[in-house]
């Protein structure tokens, strides 16, 4: 056979032994796919010269073999040599037409690092060998079903999404951390009430009075003269752990800023870039109330539907009539303009969705496991039972991570001066005040606290 229909031959039988992909391709910045078939045959007709190059020396290499005993192991190991060139740089030809070749290992993920030089910008994170596999993971596997159910649902789960030994050492780091922050996430929680109050004076001071508060006691205090008693709190929140500084919690940065969850938004919202906008680590207590409907995207300060939140709980999450408190999710809601925008944010039109949508319209994902994921638009109206009957009494943590689309704009009345809103929520103020007036609005914003995490070229 010819050399050059031998070499193509073993391309093809390459080809034919490979598994489509799973993931989508990388995409560049502007969105177009990152290898091209037509190309990727033609940039490296070089590399399919060199091959027959290789074989027809191969073949001169093994007819002389016995006629050079003295060197015979030398041109053993530089034939071994060869056979890996090939094998190697066809498993490249046919990974750039979007095919997986077999028996490969699989290969580390390339790390999204800060390189931001904003003196606030938290520290690096710990060596790599002290973290969990994050970098191990290959490209998500994002199914057709799953982008479908998003969608047109609102929502979408993924199962054993996140190796449980990442879960395990996330947890280990970040309840440690949150109980250090206990105080700030009162406080926190006395401004949203206090930005809410029909007192104009507590709404003009809410962030200076919260601040005040020296103790949980003084902030419990507080919010029970605003009418909210310890049992009505649905959890307590912590912002942005990614960014901390001093903190010993280098898994959540690395998980914040991985490439494994910023191609996964990237696919789900169908956006070429991706920022991060915020962490938050959620601990609902034995006993806390329920969280009422509502949607994300009401508290963040973009104007923007692709926004995505993955909700990442910390242990098991049993059924509802066994006490799970999982998220709850009202199918088809986050494409429902209608309801938004004539009754608003709150009335009684929220009182009755299943009426609104239909009965089966109310959803959820539980019972979930470790390492399962739930993934939510943010304009899904969501919400969580209340931890009365919370399995053997224990506390409950969920990790989320939320992405927006690259491009989203900053609302010019996202914060006024008075750190009041002309529209929306209070609830997310804690997480944008440090950046979002250091930031021209209604214009293409690059600032270190909400980092481009995909593509991995464009990445903060």
Not at 90 to 119: A, C, E, F, Y
Not at 183 to 206: G, T
Request: net charge neutral.
């Amino acid at each position: 056979m010819p050399s050059r229909t031998k070499q193509v031959a073993v391309l093809f039988i390459f080809a034919s032994l490979a598994e489509p992909s799973s993931a989508m391709p990388p995409t560049r910045y502007d969105g177009t796919p990152k290898w091209h078939r037509s190309t990727c045959f033609v940039t490296n007709a070089n590399r399919i010269h060199q091959h027959n190059t290789i074989l027809s020396s191969t073949r001169s290499s093994d007819s002389g073999l016995d006629r050079r005993t003295n060197k015979s192991s030398k041109k053993a190991n530089s034939k071994l040599n060869n056979k890996r060139m090939r094998k190697s740089e066809i498993d490249d030809l046919v990974r750039g037409i979007g095919l997986q070749p077999v028996q490969v290992k699989s290969s580390k993920t390339n790390k999204v690092s800060d390189q931001s030089n904003d003196k606030q910008q938290a520290p690096q994170v710990k060596a790599r060998e002290s973290l969990p596999a994050m970098n191990n993971l290959e490209a998500p596997s994002i199914s057709v079903q799953q982008q479908l159910d998003y969608s047109r649902n609102g929502h979408t789960v993924l199962r054993s999404f996140i190796p449980q030994q990442t879960i395990e050492q996330l947890k280990s780091e970040i309840v440690p951390y949150a109980n250090s922050q206990t105080l700030a996430a009162w406080k926190q929680k006395v401004e949203v009430q206090l930005a809410d109050s029909a007192d104009e004076y507590y709404r003009q001071n809410s962030q200076s009075i919260a601040n005040g508060l020296e103790d949980i006691e003084a902030c419990q205090d507080m919010l029970e003269s605003l009418g909210m008693a310890n049992g009505d709190l649905p959890f307590l929140q912590f912002f942005n752990t990614w960014r901390a500084k001093d903190s010993n919690t280098p898994t959540v940065r690395q998980l914040c800023l991985s490439p494994y969850l910023a191609q996964a938004a990237s696919i789900l919202m169908d956006s070429p870039t991706v920022k991060l906008y915020q962490d938050s680590l959620f601990h609902k207590r034995a006993g806390d109330g329920w969280t009422p409907w509502h949607s994300d995207s009401r508290m963040a300060p973009f104007d923007t539907s692709k926004m995505i939140t993955f909700w990442i709980p910390l242990q098991k999450v049993p059924t509802p009539e066994n006490g799970g408190t999982g998220l709850l999710f009202v199918n088809y809601s986050h494409s429902d303009l209608a309801l938004p925008y004539w009754n608003g944010a709150e009335g009684k039109e929220y009182e009755r969705l299943e009426q609104r949508y239909g009965n089966g319209s109310i959803a959820h994902h539980m019972p979930m496991s470790v390492g399962d994921v739930t993934v939510h638009n943010g304009w899904t109206l969501h919400s969580a039972d209340g931890a009365e009957f919370m399995e053997d009494g224990e506390d409950r943590y969920a990790f989320s991570v939320t992405f927006v689309d690259g491009n989203a704009e900053v609302r010019a009345d996202a914060l006024l001066e008075n750190n009041q809103q002309t529209k929306g929520d209070m609830e997310d103020v804690w997480s944008y005040r440090p950046w979002v007036t250091r930031v021209e609005p209604r214009t293409s914003f690059r600032h270190a606290f909400v980092p481009i995490v995909w593509p991995i070229e464009r990445n903060d």
